[in-house]
């Protein structure tokens, strides 16, 4: 781990270090998954160290991750963390739970992202909301998607990259804290390859 946070400390605008899950690293390149929130809103005191010490002691609690469960159709179990890597998008604190990141804040951080996944290399991405997609800039390797029918008030949204003759598929969807429908959003990314993922997910979570 202090090998990678060498690497990550390059990246320019990366305040806080993403949360690496103990197995992740040694997965097949097709079982990596990089969740992806929004944005703090407390715990500056952490400096560096916020968004792992948010999962380490939030993730089978706070309403959020729980809904990250429940997407997946799993029961509440530790071992999923250790499976995935999960940072947040805007990459400083707001300053209370009204104010919403803005404009600038979602430029800087498609640019911290590209340089995120070049350590990481997840196969799979799952935004946790779906307003960053809307500063993602459609470039030749990569391409965009708007559903025409909305899930939760909200309408889904797909991306693909594709990195040295790999793709890295994108997946936005609502916010898990509220207006959130586990199972709609499931029947989403089942549509939408990401059928395997959870079917793994669920093998690797139930196996006794």
């Known amino acids: 781990m202090d090998k990678l946070d060498k690497e990550f400390k ?24 990089l ?12 400096g560096e160290c916020l968004t792992r010490v948010v999962v380490e002691d939030h993730f089978l609690k706070h309403r959020f991750f729980k809904g990250i469960f429940n997407l997946f159709n799993l029961d509440i179990s530790e071992k999923l963390p250790r499976l ?25 951080g498609w640019e911290v992202f590209f340089e995120l996944i070049k350590i990481i290399k997840p196969t799979n991405c799952l935004f946790i909301g779906v307003t960053a997609f809307n500063y993602l800039n459609k470039k030749e390797n990569i391409s965009k998607k708007i559903c025409e029918k ?7 949204r797909v991306a693909t990259i594709k990195s040295d003759k790999e793709y890295i598929n994108l997946y936005f969807i609502r916010h898990t804290s509220t207006f959130f ?6 029947e989403f990314l089942m549509r939408e390859s990401f059928k395997h993922q959870l079917d793994w997910f669920k093998q690797k979570i139930n196996k006794k």
Do not use: A
């Not at 390059?10 to 103990?22: A, C, H, R, S």
């Not at 999960?86 to 739970?97: A, E, G, I, L």
């Not at 909305?150 to 889904?156: E, F, G, H």
């Open 35 to 46: 969740i992806i929130g929004q944005s703090h809103y407390e715990g500056e005191e952490h």
């Open 10 to 33: 390059k990246i320019k605008g990366l305040t806080f270090l993403p949360y690496i899950g103990d197995e992740y690293l040694y997965l097949e390149p097709k079982n990596k998954t």
């Open 150 to 156: 909305k899930i939760s008030r909200v309408y889904p």
């Open 84 to 108: 995935i890597c999960y940072y947040n998008f805007v990459q400083r604190s707001m300053k209370h739970n009204k104010e919403q990141p803005n404009k600038d804040d979602y430029k800087k």
């Open 181 to 186: 429908s586990p199972k709609e959003w499931r």
